[in-house]
């Protein structure tokens, strides 16, 4: 398929953690480092500490190298998106104006909205290439200097949480003594009352065009070196490493002093020009947020000047110095200064997209967005034995209906008439870009088969002379990788167009809801909800119906008939045989019924205000819903308020099982497993109902979020959990969850196929989806939140001429009740050269993969099992690349490829995190929770939750951006500094005990640090440039994130700052996962075993 850039304009209409008890490798006896940290596309490398290298490696008694000029000036500020410029960015040709990004998340128009802007003429895209200009210098990153003696550890080591702080989690019904006490103590992301939380919608607003550059302050002090590092145990030797220089402050080029360039490329590839790395030789530490002077035109900051290095720790061994390994942050910033000015045009096959945390702008010219589709290569080994030998995973992270920003335009509606969307004869792909016409039109090739099939003669059209359809600007299909068709009868159930779907709310009635006033706060809130339910396109009310449901220990109907004066109940006592009492009534339009809605909504609390009942059922619940949908032959979902473990009599009647000393054991796995086999069953007939079900828990104690959650990951619904629920503190966080819950875009009774071409086949699936086949991905509903992750294998041969391609197709039944198809195509390269693979990784959606399928595993094997197995399958990818791709260098030197170089640190904090490593302190409850929310997560999801944003609130109050974050470690931060902490569940606020009194006032109101009050949900409105602009960045923060995040205000010192601590992912947790400093020693020592 010829892949030049479009040649006129189309002609469209409007849219229709961790690794537990590291005895051996982490203990101090074994603090090896590696001697050389070396990042790098196939040759190219960061070299750690010790500069080794085959030929540029400093020897004995070489001199320091030439000073690089300090005076030299820093690149000077690229333009940012102007926050009111349209842009042109829509579907097809590339338009002539350059685009602008608004600099936080917009709402999101649904299809049909508003017309898109008019086509621009064509322009040939300036953006083709698909990676950085090729070069044979190779640079080898070697630090001159020795690591600095500083803090590794958080302050409470491995020693648990203190006294103060040792409550476990759950230990009986009634909320702890104090609302804002975790409900357990060192995990993160914490899951208490303070968290589990919206929206996001894009990977973040950019951070400013800043480059980040050391300051001369910052560099560690000149100090000599005899042979070999110091460490506190038996060491590797460190080949050349006398008397290394001081390093001086960086120069412009980004290169970093006292690192020499390493030899030519290895055998059979291309060099990569020196990247801008200026965080590698020191991000600095002490004077850390605002940066004082670092930057090109910055403006002056509103806050203190830097005073105090934040906590201090006795001098230990001298350690590999973090700042000279690999920094999330700086990477991060690298590519949004580069890549967020221009647009991202998808005509080039198989180019590696931007980092999801870059605010950038897509052109949809032949293949999916990233937003919809992400891969971890985008250039496949065209053998089987390349991809087993390198061990590098292939999948594509596909999140169908993802939310695009304003600024682009949602995918085009295509009515292929009565016959319905043209297809392949042979493999059934749906008419797409990656179709070869021939014969003059008469017949086309199938990309993904290579059959050929006759083109009907209702969509016969003649080519042009470049062999193209004369008609190709102005079929979505054609042009586009992203577009819907509607669907005919022979895509519907029974061969008949589906009712639109409904709502059904059930409604917890018991003692604990309503005594939390959970049941008054719900009613109260659907009395205006049931109002905005989710509508498409111009319709001026939404097609949905709505039914009500309350429970105990028995069911109870309203019917709610508009032609009633009050809604009349019907109560089912019998929930070993649940039945629906009445059709006509129960599911009603919220418009016509409103009356009888809103007095329904008045009396369901004071009908129960009395109730002593404390037990309560679940799956009648379920059923009773389910068999509502059926009755009216529609598909829907369920929302569901629940507080406790369902122990009434009743089928799926629950124990409780929250055995913690079964962590570490063989049994561990169980603590993941469903209670019951009616939950399987149940789950599988929602789905062939299309029955969704989205379930908010509010737990004061055990509650088997494993068995509960099971029918929401399997029919495609959300879970929410609110420990200890109060209204006054949670109410506005579940609303809030609420609000979007109901209001997001939805797609019920839906199919996903996964095509692809000839040679790979998806052979897994990962997410909230049930397969009854091995095919067909089955979602009793789908949102804009959730991805499916898939596994992708060879079973023949690739050609890197042709590529191979992906094909996502949607079947789903829209909230107007109308059946569609949505098809995403997405062309991949392939390759016969093993660097060319490693150099066109994506490490976010490899993170992405490996923690799902290790979240699935833990239900099946003992998690050290699972944690060992993930280790030596990164060992095994680096190692691939060390011996096939990289330079010949020394053993001790530690080589990663450049889009990979990330792998360890994120690694490292899957394996931290409390599903992979649990603990006493950490609740069943949690991990489960945990791990159900996170199997159907999609990019920016999994990067933002294992690894947290840091941000430094030393803010020029005339900027809208957010401030340029810093590496979630403790020894970043400084007594006298404010820092804002968020991973998408939990947001905290950190104050260090020697901010300035000035600021206290500004922004708490208070004079000293002792008045700030720890209980704190949000922030007094005060009028003052800081206290706004802080409001205003929380506010930014949560827009960008599908969960509303509880604001938690953590002193410095205060035993709360526990549940902070966890969230510094590069530090030693409580329960025994590894610093990034250890475990990167840690997989240097597992490579040079595989090597060896």
């Known amino acids: 398929m010829n892949q030049q850039g479009h040649a006129?304009?189309?002609?469209?209409?409007?849219?229709?953690?961790?690794?537990?008890?590291?005895?051996?490798?982490?203990?101090?006896?074994?603090?090896?480092?590696?001697?050389?940290?070396?990042?790098?596309?196939?040759?190219?490398?960061?070299?750690?500490?010790?500069?080794?290298?085959?030929?540029?490696?400093?020897?004995?008694?070489?001199?320091?190298?030439?000073?690089?000029?300090?005076s030299a000036p820093p690149p000077g500020p690229q333009t940012g998106y102007n926050q009111f410029s349209q842009g042109d960015v829509q579907n097809g040709p590339s338009g002539q104006r350059s685009t602008r990004r608004p600099p936080i998340s917009q709402a999101f128009i649904p299809p049909g909205g508003a017309s898109p802007p008019p086509m621009q003429p064509y322009q040939q895209p300036a953006y083709q290439n698909a990676g950085p200009p090729l070069s044979n210098q190779q640079p080898a990153y070697q630090n001159a200097g020795p690591p600095l003696t500083h803090q590794q550890q958080p302050a409470y080591q491995n020693a648990g949480p203190p006294p103060t702080a040792h409550q476990p989690a759950y230990q009986n019904t009634g909320p702890p003594p104090n609302v804002h006490q975790p409900a357990y103590q060192n995990a993160g992301p914490p899951l208490s009352t303070h968290q589990q939380q919206p929206p996001y919608q894009n990977a973040g607003p950019p951070t400013g065009p800043q480059q980040l550059t050391n300051q001369a302050g910052a560099q560690p002090p000149p100090t000599s070196l005899g042979g070999q590092q110091q460490y506190g145990g038996p060491s590797?030797?460190?080949?050349?490493?006398?008397?290394?220089?001081?390093?001086?402050?960086?120069?412009?080029?980004?290169?970093?002093?006292?690192?020499?360039?390493?030899?030519?490329?290895?055998?059979?590839?291309?060099?990569?020009?020196?990247?801008?790395?200026?965080?590698?030789?020191?991000?600095?530490?002490?004077?850390?947020?605002?940066?004082?002077?670092?930057?090109?035109?910055?403006?002056?900051?509103?806050?203190?000047?830097?005073?105090?290095?934040?906590?201090?720790?006795?001098?230990?061994?001298?350690?590999?110095?973090?700042?000279?390994?690999?920094?999330?942050?700086?990477?991060?910033?690298?590519?949004?200064?580069?890549?967020?000015?221009?647009?991202?045009?998808?005509?080039?096959?198989?180019?590696?997209?931007?980092?999801?945390?870059?605010?950038?702008?897509?052109?949809?010219?032949?293949?999916?967005?990233?937003?919809?589709?992400?891969?971890?290569?985008?250039?496949?080994?065209?053998?089987?034995?390349?991809?087993?030998?390198?061990q590098v995973p292939l999948a594509a992270i596909i999140k169908p209906l993802a939310t695009l920003p304003v600024e682009e335009t949602p995918p085009y509606i295509v009515d292929h008439g009565e016959t319905g969307p043209v297809r392949c004869n042979r493999c059934k792909a749906y008419i797409c870009p990656n179709m070869q016409f021939i014969e003059g039109g008469r017949r086309f090739q199938c990309g993904f088969c290579n059959c050929v099939t006759e083109v009907p003669q209702h969509y016969f059209q003649h080519l042009d002379h470049t062999g193209r359809r004369v008609d190709h600007w102005d079929r979505p299909e054609l042009s586009l990788g992203s577009y819907e068709f509607i669907a005919t009868v022979d895509y519907c159930k029974e061969n008949k167009p589906p009712n639109p779907p409904a709502f059904i709310f059930m409604i917890d009635v018991s003692y604990n809801a309503i005594k939390s006033g959970l049941v008054s706060l719900v009613c109260e809130e659907l009395k205006t909800l049931v109002n905005h339910l989710p509508r498409e396109g111009q319709m001026e009310q939404s097609a949905l119906?709505?039914?009500?449901?309350?429970?105990?220990?028995?069911?109870?109907?309203?019917?709610?008939?508009?032609?009633?004066?009050?809604?009349?109940?019907?109560?089912?006592?019998?929930?070993?045989?649940?039945?629906?009492?009445?059709?006509?009534?129960?599911?009603?339009?919220?418009?016509?019924?409103?009356?009888?809605?809103?007095?329904?909504?008045?009396?369901?609390?004071?009908?129960?205000?009395?109730?002593?009942?404390?037990?309560?059922?679940?799956?009648?619940?379920?059923?009773?819903?389910?068999?509502?949908?059926?009755?009216?032959?529609?598909?829907?979902?369920?929302?569901?308020?629940?507080?406790?473990?369902?122990?009434?009599?009743?089928?799926?009647?629950?124990?409780?099982?929250?055995?913690?000393?079964?962590?570490?054991?063989?049994?561990?796995?169980?603590?993941?497993?469903?209670?019951?086999?009616?939950?399987?069953?149940?789950?599988?007939?929602?789905?062939?109902?299309?029955?969704?079900?989205?379930?908010?828990?509010?737990?004061?104690?055990?509650?088997?979020?494993?068995?509960?959650?099971?029918?929401?990951?399997?029919?495609?619904?959300?879970?929410?959990?609110?420990?200890?629920?109060?209204?006054?503190?949670?109410?506005?966080?579940?609303?809030?969850?609420?609000r979007r819950d109901v209001q997001k875009t939805i797609g019920f009774d839906a199919v996903m196929r996964v095509r692809t071409s000839t040679g790979v086949r998806a052979t897994d699936f990962f997410g909230a989806i049930y397969m009854s086949n091995t095919t067909d991905v089955e979602l009793a509903a789908i949102d804009c939140d959730k991805a499916v992750t898939v596994e992708i294998k060879h079973d023949d041969k690739l050609n890197e001429e042709t590529g191979a391609f992906l094909q996502c197709a949607l079947l789903y039944t829209s909230v107007s009740g109308q059946r569609r198809l949505r098809v995403h195509n997405l062309a991949l390269n392939c390759c016969n050269q093993m660097s060319d693979m490693y150099r066109n990784c994506e490490t976010d959606s490899m993170i992405n993969y490996f923690a799902k399928a290790t979240f699935r595993a833990v239900a099946h094997n003992p998690t050290k099992t699972v944690r060992e197995s993930l280790v030596n399958q990164c060992a095994q990818v680096l190692s691939c690349y060390r011996k096939n791709c990289a330079s010949p260098s020394s053993a001790g030197?530690?080589?990663?490829?450049?889009?990979?170089?990330?792998?360890?640190?994120?690694?490292?904090?899957?394996?931290?995190?409390?599903?992979?490593?649990?603990?006493?302190?950490?609740?069943?409850?949690?991990?489960?929770?945990?791990?159900?929310?996170?199997?159907?997560?999609?990019?920016?999801?999994?990067?933002?939750?294992?690894?947290?944003?840091?941000?430094?609130?030393?803010?020029?109050?005339?900027?809208?951006?957010?401030?340029?974050?810093?590496?979630?470690?403790?020894?970043?931060?400084?007594?006298?500094?404010?820092?804002?902490?968020?991973?998408?569940?939990?947001?905290?606020?950190?104050?260090?005990?020697?901010?300035?009194?000035?600021?206290?006032?500004?922004?708490?109101?208070?004079?000293?640090?002792?008045?700030?009050?720890?209980?704190?949900?949000?922030?007094?409105?005060?009028?003052?440039?800081?206290?706004?602009?802080?409001?205003?960045?929380?506010?930014?923060?949560?827009?960008?994130?599908?969960?509303?995040?509880?604001?938690?205000?953590?002193?410095?010192?205060?035993k709360m700052e526990l549940l902070f601590k966890h969230l510094l992912v590069e530090d030693k947790s409580l329960n025994g996962g590894a610093t990034y400093v250890d475990f990167l020693c840690h997989m240097h020592k597992e490579i040079r075993q595989l090597l060896s």
């Open 893 to 1054: 030197q530690l080589i990663l490829p450049e889009c990979m170089k990330l792998l360890p640190v994120y690694l490292n904090c899957v394996l931290k995190c409390e599903v992979l490593l649990g603990g006493a302190d950490i609740a069943t409850d949690d991990r489960a929770y945990l791990q159900q929310l996170l199997l159907s997560a999609d990019n920016t999801q999994s990067a933002a939750f294992f690894y947290p944003r840091l941000l430094p609130l030393e803010l020029d109050v005339a900027s809208e951006e957010l401030p340029v974050s810093v590496r979630c470690s403790e020894e970043r931060l400084q007594d006298g500094g404010l820092y804002i902490l968020e991973n998408g569940l939990s947001l905290f606020l950190w104050v260090g005990i020697s901010v300035p009194h000035d600021l206290l006032k500004a922004l708490f109101n208070v004079d000293t640090f002792g008045q700030i009050d720890g209980e704190m949900t949000m922030l007094p409105v005060l009028d003052n440039p800081f206290n706004k602009r802080v409001r205003d960045m929380i506010d930014s923060i949560r827009a960008e994130r599908p969960r509303y995040m509880k604001l938690m205000v953590v002193k410095q010192r205060d």
């Open 545 to 738: 119906r709505v039914g009500f449901v309350t429970y105990n220990k028995t069911l109870h109907f309203y019917n709610l008939k508009a032609s009633l004066a009050q809604p009349q109940m019907m109560v089912v006592s019998d929930v070993a045989d649940v039945f629906v009492p009445l059709l006509d009534g129960f599911l009603v339009n919220a418009v016509e019924s409103r009356p009888v809605i809103e007095s329904l909504l008045e009396q369901i609390p004071e009908m129960f205000a009395d109730t002593r009942e404390t037990e309560t059922v679940f799956v009648p619940v379920i059923q009773a819903g389910m068999e509502s949908l059926k009755a009216a032959e529609c598909a829907g979902k369920l929302f569901v308020f629940h507080t406790s473990l369902p122990i009434a009599e009743a089928p799926g009647k629950l124990k409780n099982r929250d055995d913690r000393k079964l962590v570490n054991t063989d049994k561990e796995k169980t603590l993941f497993q469903a209670q019951s086999n009616i939950y399987h069953s149940l789950a599988k007939d929602c789905v062939a109902a299309g029955c969704c079900v989205d379930l908010f828990l509010f737990p004061n104690q055990f509650v088997d979020v494993a068995t509960l959650g099971l029918v929401t990951l399997q029919t495609g619904g959300s879970i929410y959990k609110y420990n200890y629920f109060q209204s006054n503190s949670d109410g506005e966080r579940f609303l809030n969850d609420l």
């Open 236 to 390: 590797l030797p460190m080949a050349g490493a006398h008397g290394l220089p001081p390093m001086p402050p960086t120069g412009p080029t980004g290169a970093i002093p006292g690192m020499q360039p390493q030899g030519g490329p290895g055998p059979g590839q291309h060099g990569y020009p020196p990247q801008q790395n200026g965080a590698y030789g020191g991000q600095p530490r002490a004077p850390q947020p605002g940066y004082h002077g670092s930057y090109p035109a910055q403006q002056p900051n509103f806050g203190p000047a830097p005073h105090g290095s934040g906590p201090q720790q006795p001098p230990g061994p001298r350690r590999l110095d973090p700042d000279s390994i690999p920094s999330p942050i700086q990477v991060i910033e690298d590519d949004r200064m580069q890549r967020s000015n221009d647009p991202y045009i998808t005509s080039v096959r198989g180019q590696v997209p931007p980092l999801v945390t870059t605010d950038f702008l897509v052109k949809d010219q032949g293949n999916a967005s990233p937003r919809f589709i992400r891969c971890t290569s985008y250039n496949l080994p065209c053998t089987s034995e390349m991809a087993k030998q390198s």
């Open 8 to 70: 006129s304009a189309p002609a469209y209409g409007p849219p229709q953690s961790g690794y537990g008890q590291y005895h051996a490798p982490y203990g101090p006896q074994y603090q090896q480092a590696p001697q050389g940290i070396h990042n790098g596309p196939p040759q190219q490398g960061y070299g750690g500490p010790p500069p080794v290298s085959a030929s540029g490696a400093m020897k004995p008694g070489m001199g320091p190298p030439p000073p690089m000029d300090p």
